[in-house]
């Protein structure tokens, strides 16, 4: 049993295969946190609550026996605002009476079997006998809301999720201002704080640097998730490594506005939340109604960062990612947008898949500029009517001429947006987003639709519908260019508008809902101007995200590096562009280290370049199940080394290794040895260049010798090489 409740002792005791969480009941109902961490055999633990010695400027509740306890000195288990605790607050809620004093208190649990789904939200799923969750009801007597506090074990693999329900129990409405999904309270340690920040073409950037007293903050106000911030962040110790030390990571299942927030107490004790972002959040609950959180996921690694990230993909492997295409082998592509931007016809997609088909390629795909008056970026968003015209035909008849070739198809989408020169915005002007007496900005000449509105997102749907249900179309590209400026909708009542963005992601949320289950076979990959919404919650519905428009191999090795920290491999979209920067040979082995495809005009490639294209085909090929599933070891850091980047990819079972290093600026000595890391130390591992064969005790702890292998030369900047070995 995962998940024990001591009767006895009142504490709560959930563990996975690695890791302990425990919290308490104490006096009066508070929820009082213990323990995080690696996995503990003991029982007792109630000492741990004590945190510091009474504080007098910290009050202690009334009717509480111990006069030690202050809810502003202890660790908490889900922090309210306004009772005492001074701290940042998981929890505000306004009462009638217009004040947020917010004080829940334990009323009672039940665990079950499984987990059950978050409505209208994506979310991590199992199985009956895959989880346990405990639901905790807790109880603000005075306004009458009850918070109840899930909590679900995924005992194999080292991960709880956190979610909230709150429900106006009360006679009158009240505001959530602030529900956060999770809080943990830390004790004083030394920590680092590791997050990824970016901007266009540089997403995914990994960031780590020590706590600070006092609060510290990633979060987005822009609607989406944005590149600016990633919804993921970990604590790990100073001296955590990729392999080694404490390493707590939190990822939220949410695609709009977010706040992971870390205060340092004046104890040095960090609290961290995970939410939705409070600033621009209120939701009005009339009695009865209720309301619930995302879902924050967590993991706890004592194998460092690579130990928490290899966790996190398993995990979304095999419990977010519900795509028929998660696990199923996904055709190689090859995408028209850096080939021909705006400037194609359906003769030239012919041509591109002609070409295509020669070097082994499986899918193209038509990127924007297939609808209605699409002639460039100015217009034309929401008429997502095919224009035959350009196409020199139907869409279908587009899609056979290419199937014909033994090619898939696949279109673009930018389903939220609208522009204002197109007849959908002509027809509906009210339907793009705009705060009254506002004027509406324009981001790349665009606006956004207000998805809240279920009769915009029936249009979307019904035109989608259409032209999908028409044609033979196997794959889905679905961007989203721009952020939500003005935000208001037209259809909520003025005391509802702090609804705007959440109500805005649950929008988005159902139509994504909508177009997978009534087209459960297209492969759907999510973009926005690049990695702008590379998160958990579009990978439920989208098993692989485009990873960024910067396709130059080099600084790319920084974007995938910094998304593999939560995210999986598989969900990577990377391809080979023709960037010049670095060769074919370089920009094929970064794009391996993602879902791999091209983006360019295969009709350009030189006959020596074809071949190399062929080569790289028969390797997605053979390597395809190693790099998804096997275990992803980041060697050296391209954010922290400035010269060689390598990295390795290890079966589950241990029997196969992939290494490969680029040299992003080659050094003056530049050491010809790498340890590898993550095999099996009694196996034998054969060299596939070589034939030699060596044990994994000798790869891991000598290394390889990289100037062993024929045809070796020094490697110059931006060239790279790879090893294979198989165990004998
Ligand atoms: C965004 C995407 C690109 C491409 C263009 C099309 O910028 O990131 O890959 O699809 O839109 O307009």
Redesign the pocket.
């Known amino acids: 049993m995962p998940i024990h409740f001591d009767e006895s002792k009142k504490i709560f005791k959930l563990d996975t295969k690695s890791s302990t969480y425990a919290f308490l009941v104490y006096n009066g109902g508070f929820l009082v946190h213990l323990y995080y961490g690696a996995k503990l055999p003991d029982n007792n633990l109630k000492h741990l609550m004590y945190r510091g010695w009474f504080d007098s400027l910290s009050p202690y509740a009334e009717g509480v026996d111990d006069p030690r306890f202050a809810v502003d000195i202890n660790p908490m288990e889900y922090s309210t605002n306004g009772a005492g605790d001074f701290r940042i607050s998981a929890c505000a809620v306004r009462g009638r009476d217009g004040n947020t004093v917010t004080d829940l208190r334990y009323v009672s649990h039940k665990i079950t079997k499984g987990k059950p789904k978050l409505p209208g939200l994506p979310a991590t799923f199992a199985k009956e006998n895959e989880a346990e969750t405990l639901e905790i009801e807790t109880v603000d007597e005075v306004t009458g809301v009850k918070v109840f506090l899930f909590y679900t074990v995924f005992e194999d693999y080292g991960v709880m999720t956190r979610s909230v329900r709150a429900e106006n129990g009360g006679k009158f409405p009240v505001e959530l201002e602030q529900l956060y999904s999770a809080c943990i309270d830390f004790p004083a340690m030394d920590m680092d704080m590791v997050h990824l920040y970016g901007k266009w073409a540089k997403e995914n950037t990994t960031a780590r640097h020590p706590l600070q007293h006092g609060i510290q903050a990633i979060r987005s106000k822009r609607g989406m998730t944005g590149p600016n911030h990633n919804p993921f962040l970990a604590l790990v110790d100073h001296t955590a490594t990729e392999e080694t030390g404490n390493a707590y990571g939190v990822n939220l299942v949410y695609s709009g506005n977010f706040s992971i927030e870390v205060e340092v107490d004046t104890r040095g004790c960090p609290r961290v939340l995970a939410g939705i972002d409070p600033e621009s959040f209120r939701w009005r609950l009339e009695p009865g109604e209720s309301f619930v959180s995302p879902e924050a996921v967590m993991v706890y690694s004592e194998h460092g960062l690579g130990g928490m990230s290899r966790t996190f993909h398993h995990f979304y492997l095999d419990h977010l990612m519900r795509s028929e295409w998660t696990k199923k082998k996904r055709p190689l592509l090859i ?1 028209s ?1 850096e080939a021909a931007f705006f400037d194609f016809d359906g003769d030239k997609l012919v041509e591109f898949a002609r070409e295509a088909k020669e070097l082994g390629i499986e899918m193209l795909v038509m ?2 500029g297939w609808f209605g008056n699409r002639f460039d ?1 100015h217009r034309a968003l929401g008429d997502w009517t095919v224009n035959e015209e350009k196409l020199g035909g139907t869409l279908g008849e587009l899609t056979d001429r290419v199937n014909a070739l033994g090619i898939k198809f696949g279109i ?1 989408y ?1 389903p939220e947006m609208i522009n204002p020169d197109s007849d959908l915005y002509r027809a509906h002007p009210d339907w793009a987003i705009c705060a009254p007496g506002r004027k509406k900005s324009l981001s790349r000449h665009q606006c956004v639709l207000d998805m809240t509105r279920q009769d915009v997102r029936d249009h979307i749907f019904h035109q989608m519908e259409s032209v999908l249900s028409k044609a033979n179309i196997a794959y889905i ?1 679905w ?1 989203c ?1 721009r952020h939500i400026s003005e935000a208001a909708s037209l259809e909520l009542p003025p005391e509802r508008q702090g609804e705007f963005f959440h109500r805005y992601v649950l929008g988005v949320y159902d139509l994504m809902d909508r177009i997978t289950t009534a087209f459960p076979h297209i492969l759907l990959e999510n ?4 990695g702008g919404r590379f998160d958990a919650g579009m990978m439920y519905y989208s098993p692989q995200i ?1 990873a960024s ?1 910067n396709t130059d191999a080099i600084e790319r090795l920084t974007i995938q590096f910094g998304a593999s920290l939560c995210y999986p491999i598989a969900a990577i979209g990377a391809h080979v562009s023709a960037n010049p920067r670095t060769d074919i040979v370089t920009r094929g082995n970064v794009a391996m280290c993602g879902t791999f495809g091209y983006e360019l005009d295969p009709r350009k490639l030189t006959p020596e370049e074809k071949e190399i294209v062929k080569k790289q085909v028969r390797d997605y090929h053979k390597y395809y199940d190693l790099i998804r599933f096997g275990d992803f070891y980041r060697i050296t850091s391209p954010t922290e080394d400035p010269f060689v980047c390598d990295w390795e990819f290890v079966s589950r079972d241990k029997n196969e290794v992939l290494f490969t290093r680029v040299i992003m600026r080659r050094p003056e000595n530049l050491y010809q040895h790498q340890r590898l890391r993550g095999l099996d130390p009694d196996k034998l591992y054969t060299d596939e260049d070589t034939g030699e064969v060596y044990s994994g005790a000798l790869l891991m702890h000598a290394g390889l010798d990289l100037s062993g292998t024929p045809g070796w030369r020094w490697l110059q900047d931006g060239e790279s090489m790879v090893k294979h070995f198989s165990a004998c």
Not at 527 to 530: E, F, L
């Open positions: 995408n947008w990127d924007d970026d673009w930018e590209k961007d260019n973009c926005s101007s690049g485009w428009d």
